[in-house]
């Protein structure tokens, strides 16, 4: 297998986009549109409009939607239309601003604000302890928030797509909320911020740029770090693979082994169509470099969604699923070839109701992604993969090689050093101690997105809060009877965190009063 | 006197355009543009262009003229074009990467850095004892620093223009502070940010919005709080006001009643004739109110420079030039009309040396101005003059009639909730208590934009040093012998404090590797 960065950099991005895949045409683009289709079938609820229904295996919460207007460029006085941010909210359990409620806030991330909403099952649960509001605002260029009127227009080149950037959005967070609590007259009312993978990254740059909007924030499996080169690039494929080698070693090593055995079968007289065959492609396989990313896509999506219980996160499947990948892919009888072992295995991904016949692998281009933008100008994370550590195909990061197809599929050039000028990231953890205050950074160890976050306590008032054997962003979802004990755990320190903030929050707001 | 809102805004800006006065023609627009002309002299080195010498009264400090490329939208990814900024820089104390040498920057305000370089001598006196770089960059749009390849491109309309913003200019800190340090190898360290006026509220919004990127700032004469409600809108006035009250209560009563008597007069037979020769105008008045924007102008520059020594910040004047003015105004021998004794004492403002045989009201119009637009935009100030307490005629701030005049003036809406959205305001000491740390901000009372800064220590490192006596940030001038002790041990303070920081950085620098 040659050039791989399409897989690396999707690894990048599947956190976020769930299965926006990016894929390699034979010019090397990582990107879907080179090719005219997206590789990888696009599953994800991230990717729903509102008109389809929403998965309903979560609890029903009820909100109303409502819709507040954004300046496009909150940082020049260019003479750009407005757009409509779209927003839910809750006011079941408010206390009100007489009683200084809380206020709730989830930080949208890069898709519809309907699915996070849905998702974020712990803030709705804990809202009734706290008598806060709910509000859960959508990050701008996604689901129904659009700029120029729809998606079709927002999305139709660089330079209507230009201004979706961090930057804007926690901007319009900031306006967003400072109107919200003007209308509701409840500006003296704390807000605390929620959010996890991207959405926590946002909550905790909220904190850091916009101190005095939020008092808190739960950043939830929030990879702040996970730029330039302040994490080795290897430590997202270093962490699949050991969610991988933890289960079973003969597991990992016949994933390991198994590109080579890819390359060889494609390399043989009809062997793309064996493979098809072996692997139940609905269309026979271009080539092997598209099941390599298939597969290796279904391994770092089963590393974040590794729960204890069975969910239906992305996908529905069983609890600890690498545990049952590797089960199936160790305990195929002898005979069975490594490439019938490998398709057991990611079947669970990809198929554990059993309900596909056969998969596509190009089912829904949908032309631009928002997430790919993005990844192609600020959020630019280098990703390799080890020879020594990983079981995927060894890669390099090779930023010439990003930049250019960034140009090929945008016409754009990254700053990859942006993101750390303007939030830092270099010696963060000296930063957030003398200069941050009240920020909760959750992660679970099973979720390789956790190797670019903050694992340890930085001050009495910038937590870490770990898990072993959590996964991606877990602590933000709905309980279950099945939760282990160490998840109610994680979450009660949450709210014990939580309810510090506000408390001293009200006290400094009493005594500044009675002064 | 009908409509002062002219004046009134006037004072808005003169502390940092110096006498880019805005003018008010008889559609009452503010700006001198709607009449072709403006009203007032325009003195200030603020405004001279690189090629005018500048004066020759402070010490000559040498230093390196460089450039660096910027981008004209931080926050965005359209394509538009780079733009050229401007930097001084000396070297020659600097201590090193290797001792951690500190780095001592200005943030450019409002003007050409030049000035602000040879009017900062603070800076030049400190850096040998700290082994400081010293580096001065220019704000976009002042100066040479001007995108679109010029001044006159970059001022051509309200679309040239609308990258003219507070936060456009922090980026540009942020982006030049990262490269310089990563170009010297310099990434460890520390950087102390210096800023007066416009500049000090620039210095200490960068310690909020970019605290990895600076470890502290001194923010001298910062009126941060002089936003919305967040202050009373008389303040200013008041504060000039009471300036010449305390020399002289019936210098403060003459000056209160010469309102009244110019309207008079002017509304006389050939009034507007008398009080030109009364004046000294070179060409004949053409309204009362140019008078009165004449020597409210004067009024409210001379609080700001009511230093203890002779100095030449905007005009050459005495020491205590306010007590000159009302050492005249009310030393007049008997018989002597009130006008006269006005003239007597504004002349110690715009003619102390003697040397101006006529005043012109319109000697160099210029076009757009830079802080006009600011202020039309984000830096809405509001400012009333009130019945009671003030010396200059009531005025109460009328945000629909500031509107109507930026947009006549710029085709643009200002965003008068913007700044406080964006850095925070209203409860700022809860804020900056909470989460800023090592900010100095230092005011003389007598400065009329004391009363829009902080004046209280907030935290243990984020202190307030107050002088009584001084006025617009005599701190940040070069030392001279007659500095009064309070002028002496202010700075001394300031030292103490600024190593104080720079202490602690290293030390927890030193911690940080040996661990």
Known sequence: MADRLHLLLLAALIVFTAS?????????????????????????????????????????????????????????????????????????????????????????????????????????????????????????????????????????????????????????????????????????????????????????????????????????????????????????????????????????NTIKESWDAITEEGQKENGLQRLTKTFHFCRELKSTDDLADWLSSAYSYLAMVDYPYPANFMMPMPGHPIREVCRRVDESHDGTSILDRIFAGVSVYYNYTGNVGCFKLDDDPHGLDGWDFQACTEMVMPMSSSKENSMFPTYDFNYSSYKEECWDMFRVIPRPRWITTEFGGHGIETILKMFGSNIIFSNGLLDPWSGGSILKNISETIVALVTKEGAHHLDLRPSTPEDPQWLVEQREAEIRVIQGWINSYRKEKISTFSM
Chains 1, 2 share one sequence.
């Open 20 to 252: 926006s895949a990016p894929s390699k045409s034979s010019t090397s683009s990582f990107f879907s549109l080179s090719n005219g289709s997206p590789r990888f079938p696009r599953y994800s609820v991230w990717h729903r409009t509102s008109t389809q229904p929403l998965r309903r295996d979560q609890p029903e919460y009820q909100y109303e939607t409502r819709y507040f207007s954004q300046r496009l460029d909150h940082f020049s006085f260019a003479d750009l239309p407005t757009f409509s941010q779209r927003y839910l909210i809750n006011f079941d359990h408010w206390l009100g601003p007489a009683r200084l409620g809380p206020i709730f806030l989830y930080c949208g991330n890069e898709g519809d604000i309907e699915w996070f909403a849905t998702n974020s099952g712990f803030m709705w649960e804990i809202a009734p302890k706290f008598g806060a509001l709910l509000v859960f605002p959508e990050h701008r260029y996604y689901g129904e928030s659009m700029p120029f009127g729809g998606r079709e227009e927002a999305y139709k080149n660089a330079s209507t797509l230009s201004y979706l950037t961090t930057e804007q959005a926690l901007a319009d967070f900031a306006v967003f909320i400072t109107d919200l609590k003007r209308n509701l007259s409840a500006e003296s009312c704390p807000v605390v911020l929620f959010g996890g993978s991207y959405g926590g990254m946002l909550a905790a740059w909220m904190r850091l740029k916009y101190p005095h909007i939020a008092i808190g924030a739960l950043a939830s499996s929030a990879p702040i770090l996970q730029f330039e080169d302040i994490v080795p690039p290897e430590t997202f494929y270093d962490i699949v693979s050991n969610d991988f080698r933890r289960e079973s070693t003969s597991c990992f």
